[in-house]
């Protein structure tokens, strides 16, 4: 069965600073898809970055980026220039290739501080 | 991406009452699914809704419990029947096309059992 674990709990960063969120994961797949999504306050589920497994490229999206080491079966989230708005619960999720079923992480819930 | 609404947004119930969730989604998608996420927790599968015919259900959750139809390409319900405190929780709807992987969530239905 996969699993998927985020170490930490609750973050809080100033504004503008850079702030990375750890994932990993536990599977015997070799495809599958990885996410991060992000939960504010008014509760919406917001798919922030994807990433296919069988690409070694990191997925980049305008401030958030992944660090994908597929051997360690870590997928991390790196938000640059944080924004109050940024401040949410985050979710990692894994997915494999022939399921369609998501698996959520507990999250971490990130307080961007003004 | 998909426009994905749900009825109703948040709702206070008696136990022993049934309370019926609706998902409507903008364009005609592949996969729908019914996710609950208790207070602080993340969110857990309840089941696949399956257009046509009976919904697929994920480990620990029983139709008798959770009914969910899906008469069509758009739209679902979920049903959440015989309502205990312990049923207090939101529940999200999720959509997915065949043509990609990503899944986009409704804004969820609060529910509290008293």
């Known amino acids: 069965a996969q699993t998927v674990t985020q170490s930490q709990p609750e973050m809080s960063v100033q504004e503008a600073e850079t702030v990375t969120l750890s994932c990993t994961y536990d599977?015997?797949?070799?495809?599958?898809?990885l996410f991060w999504y992000k939960q504010p306050p008014s509760r919406q589920m917001i798919l922030v970055i994807r990433?296919?497994?069988?690409?070694?490229q990191n997925a980049t999206e305008n401030r958030f980026s992944v660090n994908f080491q597929k051997a360690a079966k870590s997928f991390s989230l790196k938000i640059s220039d944080s924004q109050l708005g940024d401040t949410a619960m985050y979710f990692c999720a894994f997915m494999k290739l022939s399921d369609d079923k998501i698996i959520f992480g507990k999250g971490t819930r990130l307080h961007i501080l003004p | 991406s998909a426009v994905i609404s749900q009825k109703p947004s948040r709702d206070i119930c008696q136990r022993g009452t049934s309370l019926t969730i609706q998902c409507q989604v903008d364009?005609?998608?592949?996969?729908m699914f019914w996710y609950r996420q208790q207070p602080g927790q993340s969110l857990t599968l309840i089941a696949t809704a399956n257009q046509g015919s009976e919904a697929t259900y994920e480990s620990g959750f029983v139709i008798d419990k959770f009914p969910i139809s899906r008469p069509n390409l758009t739209f679902s319900t979920l049903t959440v029947s015989n309502m205990s405190p312990e049923d207090s929780s939101i529940y999200l709807c999720?959509?997915?096309?065949?043509?990609?992987?990503?899944?986009?969530f409704g804004p969820g239905t609060r529910l509290t059992v008293t």
């Open positions: 990433q296919e497994a069988y690409k070694q």
């Open positions: 599977t015997s797949e070799s495809n599958y898809y």
């Open positions: 364009s005609q998608v592949t996969m």
């Open positions: 999720s959509v997915a096309r065949l043509d990609s992987y990503e899944q986009y």
